[in-house]
T-cell receptor, first 115, second 112 residues
Framework: DAGVIQSPRHEVTEMGQEVTLRCKPISGHDYLFWYRQTMMRGLELLIYFNNNVPIDDSGMPEDRFSAKMPNASFSTLKIQPSEPRDSAVYFC?????????????FGPGTRLLVL | DQQVKQNSPSLSVQEGRISILNCDYTNSMFDYFLWYKKYPAEGPTFLISISSIKDKNEDGRFTVFLNKSAKHLSLHIVPSQPGDSAVYFCAATYVYGQNFVFGPGTRLSVLP
């Protein structure tokens, strides 16, 4: 299996622009997670989906952030408008729907820089 | 308020010696803990886990110890190798939960 795929790997944009990050989870995994990594706060969970349905979005920082999962093989995280403080590495992870022994499998991340 | 803390941002160890990475948590409801390792430009990868019904779990050179009364866990790497140089994240969750809470990470450098 190719693992979790994220695109783009790097994104540089100007403040105020819309940014869309993409994720393809591992086939057969029913859970999908979006994380953000910063120096100050480490790895933070933004939102996660189960069977394409958002379960917990309490980590989404504000209304500028939105996430969708239109089908089992694709998810997007959108930031509109982007701000310099959104600069971070954004990870997508997926997990099978089983018990606690199942871990999350992370993609390589998207490094976002907002100027 | 961080529920999972890793108070050492970095740690340097000589090759062949023991590396000890520490993690503290505040939520007594957590009952399953994991360690992830992250290399630069890659996503975190699962390393080892432990359930709260145990106080120790071992996998090769890696051992995780859990002290529930102190809400503390530690990862021991023996012997440390240069390839172990990475950022290590501690994570906590509930037995039937999927929401992992990660600590901020500790950067381990193993010096040859």
């Amino acid at each position: 299996d190719a693992g979790v795929i994220q695109s783009p790997r790097h994104e540089v944009t100007e403040m105020g622009q819309e940014v869309t990050l993409r994720c393809k989870p591992i086939s057969g995994h029913d859970y999908l997670f979006w994380y953000r990594q910063t120096m100050m706060r480490g790895l933070e969970l933004l939102i996660y989906f189960n069977n394409n349905v958002p379960i917990d979005d309490s980590g989404m920082p504000e209304d500028r952030f939105s996430a969708k999962m239109p089908n089992a093989s694709f998810s997007t995280l959108k930031i509109q408008p982007s701000e310099p403080r959104d600069s971070a590495v954004y990870f997508c992870a997926s997990s099978p729907e089983t018990g606690p022994q199942e871990t999350q499998y992370f993609g390589p991340g998207t490094r976002l820089l907002v100027l | 308020d961080q529920q999972v803390k890793q108070n050492s941002p970095s740690l340097s160890v000589q090759e062949g010696r023991i590396s000890i990475l520490n993690c503290d948590y505040t939520n007594s409801m957590f009952d399953y803990f994991l360690w992830y390792k992250k290399y630069p430009a890659e996503g975190p990868t699962f390393l080892i886990s432990i359930s709260s019904i145990k106080d120790k779990n071992e996998d090769g050179r890696f051992t995780v110890f859990l002290n529930k009364s102190a809400k503390h866990l530690s990862l021991h790497i023996v012997p440390s190798q240069p390839g172990d140089s990475a950022v290590y994240f501690c994570a906590a969750t509930y037995v039937y939960g999927q929401n992992f809470v990660f600590g901020p990470g500790t950067r381990l450098s193993v010096l040859p």
